[in-house]
Each structure stands twice: as structure tokens, then as C-alpha cells.
């Protein structure tokens, strides 16, 4: 069945750096694919979205590009903040609309 | 800014207790959803609804169960609460033909 891979964390990184975090997919058709983001004690948003090949999501200086040759979906930021910080989970949405959900990766900024 | 709301955000409770989680949406979003989810942890989906009266279990085995009414309303109850039941609740809706789907701040509960 359709699945979801993120690269393990936490990702540690430093004010400033520049932040990627992997997502590749397993799907027998042509998902959606979405980064959400989970701030300490709240639920999820919904941080960018793409819904084919080669388009690209952005929002708040994070990019993310539907890569179908590499199935992939990489979540970018050129210079992270420490209100970044955060569990990131990359998902896939199959033709009946339910979400596959990858196992989140946390995301830790040190100023 | 997606208006979902849970209540309560915070729930400790005994074993053996009659708890409902509640979950609404002032979007007019046809499907909802409940999560299930260890905080920072992978989401598992463990109920539906596609439509009023129309309520469907996820590929999480809960048991919970719940009722949908009313569009707007999808509240999930735990008839005897067990430690194991101890987890953070998540409630989405979505809509076509976007089908983002928009999530609540969530329900923690703990069972002692």
C-alpha cells in the first residue's frame, strides 16, 4: 500500500542554517502531497501542500517541490528560527481522500 | 485560520469512566476525522465520517465510537477508560475539492 518515509530526528540545528528534511513516497497513483507542522502543545497546520508533479509549495520560507521521478517531497528553509522548532510530518492523500502520515520529524533550533 | 474546536483540551480521568471527546466545525466541512496520536508521534487514523450519519473506523483498532449527527458535530466516547487509552486526540474536517484537511488544538488524555 501507499506509505510515507521522513528522515529520522531530532534534526539539530543552529540559528540561521539551512534546514532539509527528506520525504519520500510509495503510492500506485497521483497523490497529494503535504507538509504539516506541530508546535509544542498545539495540533497540526498545514504548512504547504503540492497536488502534481513539479509543483512546488511554499509558505512562511519553507519550500517543498513534488518530485515524481525521485518520489519525493523535500521540506527546505534557507535560514531556520528557533520559532521553528517543531515536529514536521509529511503526508500523502490516496483517491479516497484519507492521509498517509509519515512518523514526524522533530525539529530543534538553538539560538 | 481553520475553526475546529476540542473540548476539553486536557482530561484525567479514572479507569473505568464514561468520557466523550468533542469535536466541532463552524466550516460546513462534509468529512471529519479523529486521530490518534503520542505526542510528537505518528498520527493514526482511528475514525471517519464522510457525512451525517454516515461514520466509518480507521485503520487504528479503537475502542471508541462515535456519532455524526449533525454536520458541524463528531464527538467520540470511550465507554470504560483504560490506562491504555492515554494519548493525545486530534479531530480534522476537510472538504472537497481541496480536501485540505484542518485540525484541531487537540484533546490530551490521560487515564489513571
Known amino acids: 500500500g501507499d506509505s510515507v518515509t521522513q528522515m529520522e530526528g531530532p534534526v539539530t540545528l543552529s540559528e540561521e542554517a539551512f534546514l532539509t528534511i527528506n520525504c519520500t513516497y510509495t503510492?500506485?497513483?497521483?497523490?497529494?502531497l503535504f507538509w504539516y507542522v506541530q508546535y509544542p502543545g498545539e495540533g497540526l497546520q498545514l504548512l504547504l501542500k503540492?497536488?502534481?508533479a513539479d509543483d512546488k509549495g511554499s509558505n512562511k520560507g519553507f519550500e517543498a517541490t513534488y518530485r515524481k521521478e525521485t518520489t519525493s517531497f523535500h521540506l527546505e528553509k534557507g535560514s531556520v528560527q528557533v520559532s521553528d522548532s517543531a515536529v514536521y510530518f509529511c503526508?500523502?492523500?490516496?483517491?479516497?481522500?484519507?492521509?498517509?502520515w509519515g512518523a514526524g520529524t522533530k525539529l530543534i533550533i538553538k539560538p | 485560520e481553520a475553526d475546529i474546536y476540542q473540548t476539553p483540551r486536557y482530561l484525567v480521568i479514572g479507569t473505568g469512566k464514561k468520557i466523550t471527546l468533542e469535536c466541532s466545525q463552524t466550516?460546513?466541512?462534509?468529512?471529519m476525522y479523529w486521530y490518534q496520536q503520542d505526542p510528537g508521534m505518528e498520527l493514526h487514523l482511528i475514525h471517519y465520517?464522510?457525512?451525517?450519519?454516515?461514520?466509518e473506523k480507521g485503520d487504528l483498532s479503537s475502542e471508541s465510537t462515535v456519532s455524526r449527527i449533525r454536520t458541524e458535530h463528531f464527538p467520540l466516547t470511550l465507554e470504560s477508560a483504560r490506562p491504555s487509552h492515554t494519548s493525545q486526540y486530534l479531530c480534522?474536517?476537510?472538504?472537497?475539492?481541496?480536501?485540505?484537511?484542518?485540525f484541531g488544538p487537540g484533546t490530551r488524555l490521560t487515564v489513571l
Open positions: 480534522a474536517s476537510s472538504q472537497v475539492p481541496t480536501d485540505t484537511q484542518y
Open positions: 466550516m460546513g466541512h462534509d468529512k
Open positions: 465520517s464522510y457525512g451525517v450519519n454516515s461514520t
Open positions: 503510492a500506485t497513483g497521483y497523490p497529494s
Open positions: 503540492a497536488t502534481k
Open positions: 503526508a500523502l492523500r490516496e483517491s479516497n481522500y484519507q492521509l498517509i
